[in-house]
């Protein structure tokens, strides 16, 4: 069996950029098709976005925001579960279920990031996150195991 935990790597970046591009679509088309590339973190341009656009879009554009910070600021724990996994010389199955089940729950986080305004139903994305971790966890203690016992 091919071993394709490397290539989700790069996948998991897109996923990571997705939110992001997704969240300028949604207030672009809610500021009449304007967008500051200029400096797009600004405060007087996040300002500009709070006073022109209903409050809704706001938050749906704020979350989709964070969803994409999310997903790069994780990306350092998944980088390294996978390098070391493949380091231990972990089986190719259990490195493609790991990187496959992960990516699924950054989907399903991202998802729920995006679209879930109500506090009670945000603890689905806490419990997709906290899942991701454990995962990645997993890896590094089965990797360590390996290591040593070699």
């Known amino acids: 069996m091919d071993n394709f935990s490397f290539y989700s790597i790069p996948a998991y970046w897109v996923l990571s950029?997705?939110?992001?591009?997704?969240?300028?679509?949604?207030i672009?088309?809610?500021n009449g098709g304007k967008w500051s590339n200029v400096s797009p973190r600004s405060t007087t341009w996040d300002g500009h976005?709070?006073?022109t656009i209903p409050a809704d879009i706001y938050a749906r554009y704020e979350r989709s925001e964070a969803a994409s910070k999310n997903g790069f600021e994780n990306l350092p724990i998944f980088v390294g579960a996978?390098?070391?996994?493949?380091?231990?010389?972990?089986?190719?199955?259990?490195m493609n279920v790991f990187v496959g089940s992960y990516l699924a729950l950054r989907v399903l986080y991202t998802l729920c990031?995006?679209?879930?305004?109500k506090n009670w139903l945000s603890y689905a994305r806490s419990v997709a996150w906290i899942?991701?971790?454990l995962l990645c966890m997993r890896i590094f203690v089965k990797a360590g195991l390996a290591l040593n016992a070699a």
Not at 17 to 26: D, E, K, R
Not at 82 to 94: D, F, H, I, P, T
Not at 113 to 117: A, G, P
Request: glycine residues 8%; hydrophobic residues 45%; proline residues 3%.
């Open 49 to 51: 976005l709070r006073k």
């Open 17 to 26: 950029l997705i939110p992001h591009s997704y969240a300028i679509s949604v």
């Open 113 to 117: 990031y995006v679209n879930i305004s």
């Open 28 to 30: 672009t088309k809610a």
């Open 131 to 133: 899942t991701g971790t």
């Open 82 to 94: 996978v390098l070391a996994g493949n380091l231990a010389k972990l089986g190719a199955r259990e």
